[in-house]
């Protein structure tokens, strides 16, 4: 068999190797995300750790929010999180710890891993439920009209994540 033979039939099964990965994680995804909100954003308001009040209908006035659910205990957060924190200081950011210990433990973890953001502690679980989060890392992009617009679970790039803010509005 010639070698252009052997290379095409490899490619090939590369090709559907390729096709198939992505269809399995994008199915994973949409099974994931499934209860989360698809059009009006529910409502998403309290005092942050830093002793701020936030409100989502209120900040989407100034234009699209991302909202980040998290977790200290999430190995994925780690990588995502740093990305986040350089967002927040040119984009409104909301973030929301999920069952990740009491006020004083998250404020030493922000601390000692350099995150600035605007942070709800979810210690029971009760507000990412409500938003239908299921997994951690979850962001949610919320445009002026208080619509979710993108919703991602996992792994995913600051130029992602600026260009679906771009994209916002």
Same mark, same amino acid.
């Given at each position: 068999?010639? #070698?252009?033979?052997? !290379?095409?039939?490899? !490619?090939?099964?590369? =090709?559907?190797?390729? @096709?198939?990965?992505? +269809? !399995?994680?994008?199915? /994973?995804?949409?099974?994931? *995300?499934?209860?989360?909100?698809?059009?009006?954003?529910?409502? @998403?308001?309290?005092?942050? +750790?830093?002793?701020?009040?936030?409100?989502? *209908?209120?900040?989407?006035?100034?234009?699209?929010? +991302?909202?980040?659910?998290?977790?200290?205990?999430?190995?994925?957060?780690?990588?995502?999180?740093?990305?986040?924190?350089?967002?927040?200081?040119?984009?409104? /950011?909301?973030?929301?710890?999920?069952? %990740?210990? %009491?006020?004083?433990?998250?404020? =030493?973890?922000? *601390? $000692?891993?350099? #995150?600035?953001?605007?942070?709800?502690?979810?210690?029971?679980?009760?507000? %990412? $439920?409500?938003?239908? /989060? $299921?997994?951690?890392?979850?962001?949610?992009? /919320?445009?002026?009209?208080?619509?979710? $617009?993108?919703?991602?679970?996992?792994?995913?790039?600051?130029?992602?994540?600026? #260009?679906?803010?771009?994209?916002?509005?």
């Amino acid at each position: 068999m010639p #070698l252009w033979k052997k !290379l095409a039939a490899v !490619l090939g099964k590369l =090709a559907g190797f390729v @096709l198939l990965a992505a +269809l !399995l994680l994008g199915a /994973v995804g949409y099974y994931q *995300q499934r209860d989360i909100p698809r059009e009006q954003a529910p409502p @998403l308001a309290g005092s942050t +750790l830093q002793g701020r009040a936030v409100d989502l *209908q209120r900040m989407t006035a100034g234009g699209p929010v +991302l909202i980040y659910f998290w977790a200290t205990w999430c190995p994925y957060c780690r990588v995502v999180s740093p990305a986040i924190s350089d967002l927040g200081r040119d984009h409104q /950011v909301i973030s929301v710890a999920m069952q %990740s210990g %009491s006020d004083p433990e998250l404020r =030493a973890y922000l *601390q $000692r891993h350099g #995150l600035a953001w605007p942070t709800l502690n979810d210690a029971s679980g009760a507000l %990412s $439920r409500r938003w239908g /989060v $299921r997994v951690t890392p979850t962001i949610v992009i /919320v445009d002026s009209r208080g619509e979710v $617009r993108w919703v991602t679970s996992g792994t995913t790039s600051k130029w992602g994540l600026q #260009l679906r803010l771009a994209l916002t509005d």
